[in-house]
């Protein structure tokens, strides 16, 4: 019940940041992702596409692109399962079953760093996403830096976790940067 009703908070509380707002902060996320050591030295990059007034990359993605990085989405399978599939600009693109958007085509690859959405994030990097778990499965077998997005307000001081629950590396707002401060 506990995530169940945060989940619900939450979502009001992002849509409730305007769309100017959301594009401002969008573009500061952006910016500040670029600026990372763990960014600039990385081969691949899975970032993610926003849906339902997640923080936009689409400016990350493309700049990453451009300075010839690897880039990938998800792409979520039958069982539960989630894999890094390369993206290219212009790729053809289809919606899952959720709604998300995902490259049709494009090998899996392996990312060095997963940029990962939520709804709720903690100080200390664990989060609460729609509840599917497909990140916590997929985050659990990668080496990766994972780095949670968010807006400042979905920060939180502290959130239940449960022990299948991967914890971020470092979170990233348009304000702050909590965790690990070795990727900044």
Do not use: W
Request: charged residues 25%; proline residues 3%; contains cysteine.
């Amino acid at each position: 019940m506990y995530k169940k009703a945060l989940r619900q908070k939450m979502k009001e509380r992002r849509l409730a940041i305007d769309a100017a707002h959301a594009a401002a902060y969008s573009h500061t996320i952006c910016d500040r992702l670029s600026s990372l050591s763990c960014i600039k030295g990385a081969a691949c990059i899975m970032a993610y596409a926003a849906i339902a007034g997640e923080p936009d990359l689409s400016q990350f993605i493309k700049a990453s692109s451009d300075a010839g990085k690897c880039v990938a989405l998800p792409r979520v399978g039958g069982k539960g399962e989630m894999s890094a599939a390369r993206y290219h600009i212009g790729a053809d693109m289809i919606c899952n079953r959720y709604g998300i958007e995902e490259p049709h085509k494009g090998d899996n690859c392996t990312p060095d760093v997963v940029i990962v959405p939520g709804l709720v994030f903690d100080k200390t990097g664990h989060r609460i996403g729609f509840g599917g778990g497909y990140y916590d499965r997929f985050l659990a077998q990668t080496d990766a830096v994972k780095i949670g997005v968010c807006y400042d307000t979905q920060v939180i001081h502290h959130i239940k976790n449960d022990a299948h629950d991967v914890a971020m590396d470092i979170v990233m707002t348009e304000k702050r940067v909590y965790g690990d401060i070795k990727c900044v």
